[in-house]
């Protein structure tokens, strides 16, 4: 028998609450505690923060290729620079414009960047990027916006969230790399859907009394 999406949800949010309870919480809680308190996490939570300000075009490139690829090698080591280095300016609207100029990329990946820039400048009052992207994060939590950006092909939950963490809000971007992180933990992580291990990592972060993002960098850098 098919269940409704609210009781799939509902579902759901019992087991994730029950996740808690299980021996290994208590064990992941303390290793991502320390993790989370490190030099090294600091220090990346503090970086990727101020990562794209100022080149908020790449960081939609960024967005869009990080689905399905390795990140340092493909993403960082390859395209963000390839594009810098070809594009006119580093701007929303310069991608807007003209795409992501001189790199390599997959079937309809192209056409996701200029979309998705084009989304965030739905958000512009003027011509100051950063303005653009404060007004996108302070309103990015509403559903409607939320499904118009996941509504753009390529974009989905996941990659939206990685876009609000890199727009400054404390997000976590539930990838395969932080599933697999939260599966070395104990945490059964193939049971829940993205929006599940979203949840799990609010409740980590909770019992942690960390942000977010900072359970994000300590999952993901491990």
Same mark, same amino acid.
């Given at each position: 028998?098919?269940?409704?999406? $609210?009781?799939?949800?509902?579902?759901?949010?019992?087991?994730?609450?029950?996740?808690?309870t299980?021996?290994?919480?208590?064990?992941?809680?303390?290793?991502?505690?320390?993790?989370?308190?490190?030099?090294?996490?600091?220090?990346?939570?503090?970086?990727?923060q101020?990562?794209?300000?100022?080149?908020?075009?790449?960081?939609?490139?960024?967005?869009?290729?990080s689905r399905?690829?390795?990140y340092?090698?493909?993403?960082?080591g390859?395209?963000?620079?390839?594009?810098?280095?070809?594009?006119?300016d580093?701007?929303?609207?310069?991608l807007?414009?003209?795409?992501?100029?001189?790199?390599?990329?997959?079937?309809?990946?192209?056409?996701?960047?200029?979309?998705?820039?084009?989304?965030?400048?739905?958000?512009?009052?003027n011509?100051?990027?950063?303005q653009?992207?404060?007004?996108?994060?302070?309103?990015?939590?509403?559903?409607?916006?939320?499904?118009?950006?996941?509504?753009?092909?390529?974009?989905g939950?996941?990659?939206?969230?990685?876009?609000?963490?890199?727009?400054?809000?404390?997000?976590?971007?539930?990838?395969?790399?932080?599933?697999?992180?939260?599966? $070395?933990l104990?945490?059964?992580?193939?049971?829940?859907?993205?929006?599940?291990?979203?949840?799990?990592?609010?409740?980590?972060?909770?019992?942690?009394?960390?942000?977010?993002?900072e359970?994000?960098?300590?999952?993901?850098?491990?």
């Amino acid at each position: 028998m098919n269940k409704s999406s $609210n009781d799939s949800r509902g579902g759901q949010d019992g087991i994730t609450r029950m996740m808690t309870t299980l021996p290994a919480w208590d064990s992941a809680v303390e290793a991502v505690s320390i993790r989370v308190a490190s030099a090294e996490i600091r220090d990346r939570v503090k970086n990727i923060q101020n990562l794209y300000i100022g080149a908020r075009g790449p960081m939609v490139v960024d967005v869009v290729a990080s689905r399905r690829r390795r990140y340092e090698t493909h993403v960082e080591g390859r395209i963000i620079p390839v594009y810098k280095e070809n594009a006119r300016d580093l701007s929303l609207q310069a991608l807007a414009d003209h795409g992501p100029t001189g790199v390599t990329l997959w079937a309809g990946e192209s056409r996701t960047m200029v979309e998705l820039a084009q989304f965030i400048l739905g958000f512009a009052e003027n011509q100051d990027d950063e303005q653009t992207i404060a007004n996108f994060a302070s309103q990015s939590v509403d559903a409607e916006i939320r499904a118009k950006a996941i509504g753009i092909r390529g974009i989905g939950p996941v990659l939206y969230e990685y876009l609000r963490l890199l727009s400054g809000v404390d997000t976590l971007k539930a990838d395969s790399r932080v599933r697999e992180a939260l599966g $070395n933990l104990g945490i059964p992580e193939e049971n829940f859907s993205d929006e599940g291990i979203l949840k799990i990592c609010i409740s980590l972060a909770s019992d942690c009394g960390a942000t977010l993002l900072e359970i994000d960098q300590a999952l993901w850098n491990r």
